[in-house]
């Protein structure tokens, strides 16, 4: 009887999750992690990534054999939401071939807040560096809308039921939310210091 096929499948998004994949690609292991150079990581509601000239992005490779890339293939949605392409990667010194899915087409929408915190566990699991998973978040906002998102909104209200701080305070929110991990909120007040005042004096997100 033919040994089964395995090959190995490159993750940036929900499937860096360990949990999750191990709920749905129970044979799947871990084969490293590498980084595509000159990709970047973007939102159409859910993870893609796209060839982007100096950009990089931080992947989780896996194992995988058949019966998992069957479950791959019908949670991406493939072949109608995402294709599957060759990449070659480097892997632990070496350069291999690899599996990657990426989305046929779609428009730039924030992730929703339990997606985003599924991608945002597996990049603290796997050590790599949250500032490009909040700015490819931030760059799925439409022009023209406050680009507050549910998570964002969330560390905000984790810092200010401290009670360390008055929450007009940016310098102070920024260093609490340094400590706490909370680096969507950094991110958020390093360019949106307005839209963040707004919110705290009115609760509101949307221009008045």
């Not at 701080?165 to 007040?189: P, Q, S």
């Amino acid at each position: 009887m033919p040994k089964a096929k395995r090959r190995l499948y490159v993750a940036y998004g929900s499937n860096l999750n360990l949990k999750q994949m191990s709920t749905r690609c129970p044979t799947a292991k871990v084969a490293g992690t590498a980084i595509l150079r000159n990709w970047r990581l973007v939102f159409n509601g859910v993870a893609s990534i796209e060839r982007h000239r100096g950009g990089k992005v931080p992947v989780l490779v896996w194992d995988i054999q058949p019966k998992d890339e069957e479950a791959l293939d019908t949670y991406e949605g493939w072949p109608r939401l995402y294709r599957k392409e060759p990449i070659r990667i480097t892997l632990n010194g070496k350069q291999v071939r690899a599996m990657v899915y990426i989305m046929n087409s779609g428009q730039r929408c924030k992730p929703n807040s339990f997606y985003y915190n599924a991608i945002r566990e597996g990049y603290k699991s796997a050590g790599f560096d949250l500032r490009i998973l909040c700015d490819a978040a931030q760059d799925s906002v439409e022009e023209g809308e406050i680009s507050m998102s549910p998570i964002v909104m969330e560390q905000i209200l984790a810092v200010r039921d401290t009670g360390e701080t008055n929450m007009f305070d940016t310098n102070a929110v920024m260093a609490i939310a340094n400590r706490e991990g909370y680096y969507e909120l950094v991110v958020y007040l390093l360019d949106h210091k307005r839209e963040y005042s707004q919110f705290i004096l009115t609760g509101r997100t949307e221009e008045v």
